[in-house]
Structures are given as structure tokens and as C-alpha cells.
């Protein structure tokens, strides 16, 4: 947030400016004069008495002055387009305002003038170069400071009176201007033909540039991907002159799945501030907004989905935006069938709404992790993403944050039940005799001596740091298993010692241990709809203190103390043998595995999972997710899944959005939609690549048979774009310096980095020449005229394009 400069300027008395008011308003609210001067300042030269400025847009020299009014503008920007204004509108100079005109007269007189010289108003804002987020057309955004005292800013009654007066003044004169409550200054949009005037008006101080109180606005993920040189691709010299414009999105729409805020106008502010898509009546369906089941749009408060979408909006402006708010599954298969122009059961109706889909949301464990649904309640979930890339809709989805909140390994074997895991397997003291490590301990990024706050006093410390632990295991009810393995997870916290005096001394009655905080421990021995799947959600009471954290210091204002925390997995099923894995919400744990780590449904072969890299750097963000998915039935891989690795795609996180701030957007969720946004994109420029084959409108009175043909022609042709599309991305975060990690292919960055390299168009006319692509492309005649080359040999050559150094 930029703070706003200390600012100085002449004062007039308190008792002067309350008591005459009214008589300012009627004295001083003066239309414009001639050439743009006002009249309303006593010390106001008359238009005829002063020479024509001679400042031009090209000049270095900064404006002068020419009068009281116009130094209340200061020499900078506002001044320079007043006298550019005044120099070069005709109309302007030729529509001076008698001195003592009446106020309401000549003002509906200067506000005709106004609208009559819009373009001229415009062309000398354009000449100044003040930046768009300021203007309105011809109207200039500005601070209008009042020439108040600090004692008189300081009275709240007389600083809501002087600002409400000078508010109706400007608004009587059809100047849009509100209150800033509590500061002695108005915002207000006023036409630059009436800027002098304002500035003329007594109780004004002075009028600058609106002070917006907002981060830098464009993601810096964006610029890291190298945006222009993928826009530019849409310039390809190949295309025909009628499909070259720079690639923006015209045409095409992008669904985003995810929480929203809209309390107290956020979406209304971001529009505003042009970071988000809005409605007009050029575009009335530019925006599409989808309330949750539960509640009316963004009505929970959660400004995620507000972030993810500006940085979807920064790349691709000229998109249509359908959001969805999303609470939990249904709402998520409900949006995913509607962006995919899905019925209920997954059916086509016709093509994709949106082309492009994304969330950066998901679950932990609720599934197999295998890449399906199969046993969960993810089902539907699975399936209608499946669908709806069946349909030819790219959808995509988070890796997830859970690197270092995750472990996975196998079940502790052993005779009898009720067998504790061991989470470090082979550990021994020094004679030789093993140690059971049976509590996976949490800590902060390993801070604090492994110390949480507990006993937390506001309700966002509570919800901070609270527990949440999940435990799953591969025995997921399918055709030929039930859920019969019974596992039990607690979270355990360490206690005190329990002491007392005896004798004279002190004596331990139990000493100081871990004991359970809470637990979880669920049915499982083969009924029907059961899940191998444990959970805990607990907030940690004062009463879980411990003196071992004393010393750590937390906020008493805040907490009541520090306690120690782990996880605790007793096997109870005699002989089970399974795959385990255990998820938290944001602690880290002391025998941790960071790879196997994504979300759900981060798994899916049919969505594009996103990992997560430092803008700054591009070295991997320790949370983000990895592959590879699970084996069937969530059982311990063996490398990575024929058809599905994972993760697909690395791109740039700890971002700038003005819904979280300067560098403060992070996680693999700032990460995946700036590949959706590049995807869509990517999808305009291979439709330009194919415009040549696009089907043919169906002639008037078309048969039945005729419309089922387009439609499955027209289906064929978007899923072989979507993929082709995919492939063009993977070459290009596999080339150019993106492959990052170990050498091809890796469970971190996945493919690579996506972002655009000089060769990239080879990238995409090498996935456009692929033989399970070419039906996107014209026929080639048998045999190649002379001098033509087939597609096997551009094939090559751009393949060996793309991957140039």
C-alpha cells in the first residue's frame, strides 16, 4: 500500500469558512472562463490580458502558473493538460463566462461547453500521458484538499461540514465528488474544462492525482512468463493480415472455480480499478457470476477466488469470465458441468461454455490419489472433469501446498492389532535395541523449539492455528475389495509432568508424556460406503500448554501458551498391510515425504496440474506439491503413471494482486491460473493456425442428421485444439532454458517452467504438425507440388526449432 505524501498548503480561518459557507458556494462556484481560466479568484488575470501558453507535449520544461488557481494544480500533469487544453480547444477559447454570472446558469452553460469538447479534453489528457486508472473518459481523477487547519481537521463536526459544503458545490455543478470520511479531502472525477475552475474555488488548498490506495496491479507472474512474446505470436507472419492482432483472449471464455468476496463491494472496487472483468453494454456478457448453494455470491468473505481471477484477467483482458463460488463437491461438479455445457449426467450439450477451466482448489486424501474417484465421495467430481475434457474444455487444476505438511509409508507390520506405527523404521539406541518412533511431531517451519500457540483469544488466531490431520490408506472399496483394514490416527500434545512434594522433596506421579489432544477412528471392517480415511479438526484449548514452551514467548494478549503437538496411527486390523499417508493443515512434520503430495484432484489424467515457482527466482517452492500419482487403489508407486505424470506444469507464485498485495499471492493457487490464462491464449493462437479448416455453417433447413454430423465434427475439432494446444505448451516448458530440474521429466517442475522463449512458435507449429493433429490441417495433395514441403518435413523442422538454444 503506498502512503500518501505529507502535504502543506495555505489555510483559511474555521469560524470564516463554516460560518460563510453558503456564501462561498454562492460567490466562488463560478463555470470556467475563457481559455480555461477562471474567473473565480479575485487575483485571476482576465482571459484577454494573458498570452497563450506555450508548453508542448514534447517539452521537457515544466508548466508555469499563470495564475492562483492554476498553481493550486501544482506544475506537473494536471497543469500541462489545463494549458495544453486551453492552447488547442477552439471551442474552449470561445466560450467565456461572464465574471458575474449566476452559478446554476453558467454552469449548465460551461457543462455543455464540456460535453462539446470531449475529444479535445481527452486528446490532451492523452497528450500529458496521465495513465488510464485516473481518467474517465475526459474526466481526471483527483484529491481536492481543503484548506482546513490541524485544529479544524481535527473537529469532526466542522471537518464533515466543510467537506459535505464543498461537495455539494462540486456536485451542483455536475462534478462527481464524494467525502473521504475523516480527512479534510475530497475524491472526485472532474471534466478537464472544469479543472481550473475547481481549483479556483476558496476552499480548495490544492488538486492532485487521486492518491489510490492500491498495490502495483499487473502480476509479476505474467511478465515472468514472457506475456508479450506470447502475445506477439498472435502477429505471425504466416497468417493471413485479417486474423493478426496480438493474442488477448477475443473470443473465448475462462471458468474459475473457487472462493469469492464480494462484502463491501470488492467486486464492485476491483472493476473499478480495472482488475477484474465487468459487464458493458459492448460486452454485456463478459462476466458470468455463480453463487454457492449456500449463499449469494462472495458472501463468505474469502478474497482467493477475487486474486486468482485478476491474475487470469492481466493476461487475458479480451476473455468472457464465468465464476463459479464453491463451497464443496457439489458445487464444484455443478460449475465444472455447467462451464463444459454438461447435463447432470455428464452428457454434452453442445460445446464448452468456457474453453478453458481452472481452480485452485482441492482435497486432501478424500481419494484414491491413483488419478480417479473410485470408492470417494470425488466421484463425480473425477468424473464430470473427465467429461468435460471429453468435450474438448482444458481444464486445470492446483498441485496443491501440502510438500512439506505430508508423509507416506508403509504400515508398521507386527503380530496381533492395535500396533503402533513406526516412523522411523530401523532406529536403535545404543545397545542395539529398536525405538519405536511412534509420534510424527508438528512444528512451524521447525521453529519455535517445535512450540504452537494454544489457548488463542480472537477468532482468527483460533482459526490460524488449528489442527487439521488426515490419514488415508489404499484399501478403497472397488469391484473386488471392501474397506476391511481399521486404522486409528490421534493428535497428541505433550504434557507436563505431574508432580508432588513428599518428604521434603519433590516427587513424579506421572511423568511428562505424550497424550492425545483428539482423535479420529472411524468404522472399518467392510460395510457398505465405508472410506479408509481418518480426520481430525481441533483447536487447542489454554488447558494444552505446556512449561516446555514458557520460554518461546507468544503474545499472552493473544494465546495462553505454547504446547507441543504430533500424530500419532495405530494400526488396529491383525496382519493389514497397507500404503499410509497423512496430510495437516499447514504444519510441518518432523519425518515428512514431500514427494506423492498432490491434492485432489490434482491426480486426474484429464486436468493440467500447476506446480508453484518463485517469481523472483524460478527455483521450486518448497510447498508445492510433486508427483508421481499413486498405483491403483492408492497403493505405493513405482515411477511415474503411464499417460498420467504429474505434475504436468511448473509456473510462478508470491505474486502481486491488489486482493493480497505486493508479493503476497504465493502458493501452486497463484500459480494455476496464470497457465490457464496462458493456455487460453495458447488456444486463440491455434485457432488462428487452423482457421482454414474450420467447418462450414450448416445451410438453412439443415437435417437432423446434417446438425448431429457438425456437432460431433465440431467436438473432435475442440478436443484435438485443447490437446494440441497442451502439447504446445509442454514444448515450450521443456525448451528454451525451462527445463529446470533433473534433466526431462520430474516430479517437481514436472514438464518444466512455461514461460516464452524466442522459439516458441516453432513450439506450436511442432505440436500442429503431429500426425494426430493434421486433421486440423488442409489436405495435402498426393503428390506435393513442387517446391511444397509435407508436413513430416515441417514437422521436423519446427521440432528442431523449438528445442534450439
Not at 245 to 265: K, S, W, Y
Request: one cysteine or more.
Amino acid at each position: 500500500m503506498n502512503k500518501l505524501a505529507t502535504k502543506k498548503f495555505a489555510v483559511l480561518g474555521l469560524a470564516a469558512a463554516c460560518a460563510a459557507g453558503l456564501l462561498w458556494m454562492r460567490q466562488e462556484a463560478r463555470p470556467p472562463a475563457a481559455a480555461g481560466l477562471a474567473a473565480s479568484d479575485s487575483s485571476a488575470q482576465a482571459s484577454g490580458s494573458v498570452p497563450a501558453p506555450t508548453m508542448r507535449p514534447a517539452s521537457l520544461v515544466a508548466p508555469t502558473p499563470l495564475n492562483r488557481a492554476q498553481a493550486k494544480l501544482g506544475s506537473g500533469q494536471l497543469l500541462a493538460a489545463v494549458q495544453s487544453f486551453a492552447q488547442d480547444s477552439a471551442a474552449a477559447s470561445s466560450s467565456a463566462a461572464a465574471p458575474g454570472a449566476n452559478a446554476s446558469g453558467a454552469h449548465g452553460r460551461g457543462a455543455a461547453r464540456a460535453a462539446g469538447n470531449v475529444a479535445a479534453q481527452i486528446a490532451a489528457l492523452d497528450r500529458v500521458g496521465i495513465p488510464a486508472r485516473f481518467r474517465d473518459g475526459e474526466k481526471v481523477k483527483v484529491n481536492v484538499d481543503l484548506a482546513l487547519t490541524h485544529d479544524e481537521v481535527s473537529n469532526p463536526v466542522l471537518l464533515d461540514r466543510a467537506t459535505a459544503a464543498l461537495r455539494e458545490t462540486l456536485r451542483g455543478a455536475g462534478v462527481q465528488a464524494q467525502q473521504i470520511n475523516g480527512s479534510p479531502s475530497l475524491e472526485a472525477a472532474v471534466p478537464l474544462a472544469q479543472l481550473e475552475w475547481v481549483a479556483g474555488l476558496a476552499p480548495v488548498a490544492q488538486i492532485s492525482l487521486m492518491a489510490m490506495t492500491t498495490t502495483a496491479a499487473f502480476s509479476d507472474g505474467a511478465t515472468a512468463s514472457d506475456i508479450d512474446r506470447l502475445r506477439s505470436l498472435g502477429n505471425y507472419d504466416q497468417l493471413a493480415q485479417a486474423l493478426r492482432r496480438d493474442l488477448r483472449g477475443e473470443g473465448l471464455t475462462i471458468a474459475i472455480v473457487d472462493h469469492f468476496n464480494d462484502l463491501n463491494g470488492a467486486v464492485q472496487g476491483l472493476q473499478n480499478a480495472d482488475e477484474w472483468p465487468a459487464n458493458s453494454d459492448d460486452a454485456p456478457g463478459k462476466l458470468t457470476l455463480t453463487a454457492s448453494s449456500n449463499g449469494v455470491f462472495g458472501y463468505r468473505g474469502i478474497a482467493h477466488g477475487n486474486a486468482v481471477t485478476e491474475i487470469a484477467y492481466d493476461i487475458a483482458p479480451a476473455a468472457s469470465f464465468r465464476l463459479y463460488d464453491n463451497v464443496g463437491v457439489a458445487d464444484w461438479v455443478s460449475a465444472i458441468q455447467d462451464a463444459a455445457n454438461l447435463n447432470a449426467q455428464n452428457v454434452a450439450q453442445g460445446e464448452p461454455r468456457a474453453q478453458v477451466i481452472t481452480a485452485s482448489l482441492g482435497f486432501n486424501l478424500n481419494a484414491p490419489g491413483d488419478g480417479t474417484g473410485t470408492g470417494s465421495d470425488l466421484r463425480g467430481l473425477y468424473e464430470a472433469i473427465d467429461a468435460a475434457k471429453r468435450n474438448g474444455a482444458i481444464v486445470l487444476n492446483a498441485a496443491g501446498n501440502e510438500a512439506q505438511n505430508h508423509w507416506d509409508g508403509d504400515s508398521t507390520g507386527g503380530a496381533g492389532a492395535n500396533v503402533l506405527q513406526d516412523f522411523v523404521v530401523g532406529n536403535r539406541d545404543a545397545n542395539g535395541v529398536e525405538i519405536v518412533e511412534s509420534v510424527n511431531p508438528l512444528t512451524i517451519e521447525g521453529r519455535y523449539d517445535g512450540c504452537i500457540p494454544v489457548g488463542a483469544k480472537s477468532q482468527k488466531d483460533k482459526d490460524t492455528f488449528e489442527f487439521d490431520v488426515w490419514l488415508g490408506w489404499n484399501d478403497w472399496t472397488r469391484a473386488n475389495n471392501v474397506t476391511d483394514a481399521d486404522y486409528k490416527v490421534e493428535l497428541v500434545r505433550w504434557a507436563d509432568a505431574v508432580t508432588r512434594r513428599q518428604g521434603g522433596r519433590t516427587v513424579v506421579v506421572t511423568p511428562a508424556r505424550w497424550v492425545a489432544a483428539a482423535q479420529s477412528d472411524e468404522a472399518q471392517n467392510g460395510g457398505a460406503g465405508q472410506q479408509p480415511l481418518e480426520f481430525i479438526s481441533y483447536q487447542a484449548p489454554a488447558a494444552d500448554k505446556t512449561t516446555a514452551c514458557d520460554a518461546q514467548g507468544f503474545s499472552t494478549a493473544r494465546f495462553a501458551g505454547g504446547g507441543k503437538f504430533g500424530v500419532r496411527i495405530t494400526r488396529k486390523t491383525a496382519g493389514a498391510a497397507n500404503f499410509l499417508r497423512l496430510m495437516n493443515s499447514g504444519y510441518n512434520f518432523g519425518y515428512g515425504q514431500t514427494e506423492r503430495s498432490l491434492i485432489h484432484p490434482a491426480d486426474s489424467a484429464s486436468v493440467v496440474t500447476v506446480a508453484a515457482l518463485d517469481a523472483a527466482t524460478s527455483n521450486l517452492e518448497d510447498y508445492s506439491s510433486r508427483g508421481p500419482v499413486l498405483a491403483d487403489g492408492g497403493a505405493r508407486p513405482n515411477g511415474q503413471a503411464a499417460g498420467n505424470a504429474k505434475p504436468d506444469l511448473a509456473n510462478f507464485a508470491n505474486v502481486d494482486t491488489v486482493s493480497y498485495g505486493d508479493n503476497e499471492f504465493n502458493g501452486t493457487s497463484s500459480a494455476t491460473p496464470h497457465v490457464a490464462a496462458l493456455a487460453l491464449l495458447g488456444l486463440q493462437h491455434q485457432r488462428q493456425l487452423t482457421n482454414a479448416t474450420v467447418p462450414a455453417p450448416l445451410p438453412a433447413g439443415a437435417t437432423q442428421a446434417q446438425k448431429d454430423a457438425r456437432a460431433a465434427l465440431l467436438k473432435q475439432r475442440n478436443v484435438a485444439l485443447a490437446d494440441a494446444t497442451y502439447d504446445s505448451l509442454v514444448y515450450v516448458a521443456s525448451t528454451g532454458g525451462n527445463d529446470l530440474g533433473p534433466v526431462g521429466f520430474d516430479a517437481s517442475y514436472g514438464n518444466g517452467r512455461l514461460k516464452f522463449h524466442a522459439n516458441s512458435e516453432s513450439c506450436f507449429l511442432s505440436a500442429l504438425y503431429d500426425a494426430q493433429y493434421r486433421s486440423l490441417l488442409p489436405a495435402q495433395a498426393n503428390p506435393l507440388p513442387a517446391g511444397q514441403k509435407s508436413y513430416e518435413q515441417l514437422l521436423a523442422e519446427s521440432s528442431a526449432a523449438c528445442s534450439a538454444q
